[in-house]
């Protein structure tokens, strides 16, 4: 089965296609439609991914989604479902920078990345979704190259170096993605054996 994933993120593509089970293709919903622009204002994860959905559901192919971000508790869940859109336009050294700046004299530095996955099954118009997350640590610097996003400044629960540092093998086994579409793929498959 080849299944379409709705992002324009390349990164994203890239560690879910790290996750494909066997009989389970991918490729980016950019390969067989134009970009269409899509306005991410819900004020929750899930609810965006929806949106990503709704935009190409008139395609009728299976399509995946995935809205995500980080939630940083001493700065009240920010940036959150704002986490692409913050300081829109500036790189993410900036924007991790100006996170740093804000959590500089800040002791509780407990964070998640979280993930809601999507999958639409144009056959019989249903939706299945799942959440995943990493619990962690905002770091104190910016460190590794690996990755991409706020990866550099989070530090997993049960590590001291950050996604970044850590590369696509521990990211690939912890992540808030690896976690939401390792049981998203699981159930697709399930109810493709009950089809
Ligand atoms: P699409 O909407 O096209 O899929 P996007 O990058 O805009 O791509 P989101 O709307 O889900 O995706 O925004 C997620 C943002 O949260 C992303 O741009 C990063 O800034 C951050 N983020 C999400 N997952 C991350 C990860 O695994 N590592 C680092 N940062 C991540």
Redesign the pocket.
Known sequence: MKLYL????EN?LR?ISLLLPDGIELESIEAVASHRDII?DSPTFLG?SVK?IEAYMDLGVPLLA?????VIDSLGGFPGVN??RFMEGSS?FGKMSAILDRMENEQERTAR?I?AALFYDPSNHSLLGVEGKVDGTIAKGISGTG?????PI?IPQGYSDT?AVLGDSVKGRL???ATAFRRLFSLVCLCNEKA
């Open positions: 709705v992002t324009s993120n994203k560690e991410e965006n990503k995935d809205d995500s971000g980080l986490s692409a993410y990345f993930c990755g991409f996003g706020y990866d989070f996604f992540s808030h993605r």
